[in-house]
């Protein structure tokens, strides 16, 4: 079964950092590109970075120069480390694989930008 466990959320102020992991299973960690998405209320889904097998990183616009995906390959977990954080960065965050598989969705882990 495949399993995708999010960490690392929490409340920070305007302007801190935060650092994400996600746990993956070996099976599909291996073979795919890994990715982050988050979700505010309100809004839909949507990705904030990606990194693929060999290291090749995207990000969203919003969050370019202020997050960096990485990824170890030796841990099967993919981080987010965030910086300059802000309100507008409140959401659930998610990783998933590329291209995402809808059956792959974990529980998410809270990021509350709030001073």
């Known amino acids: 079964q495949v399993q995708l466990v999010e960490s690392g959320g929490g409340l920070v102020q305007p302007g801190g950092s935060l650092r994400l992991s996600c746990a993956a299973s070996g099976s599909i960690f291996s073979r795919n590109g890994m990715a982050w998405y988050r979700q505010a209320p309100g809004n839909q889904r949507e990705l904030v970075a990606g990194i693929n097998r060999v290291g090749l990183t995207n990000y969203a616009d919003s969050v370019k120069g202020r997050f960096t995906i990485s990824r170890d390959n030796a841990k099967n977990t993919v981080y987010l480390q965030m910086n300059s954080l802000k309100p507008e960065d409140t959401a659930v965050y998610y990783c998933?694989?590329?291209?995402?598989?809808?059956?792959?969705w974990g529980q998410g882990t809270q990021v509350t930008v709030s001073s």
């Open positions: 998933n694989v590329i291209p995402v598989r809808r059956d792959y």
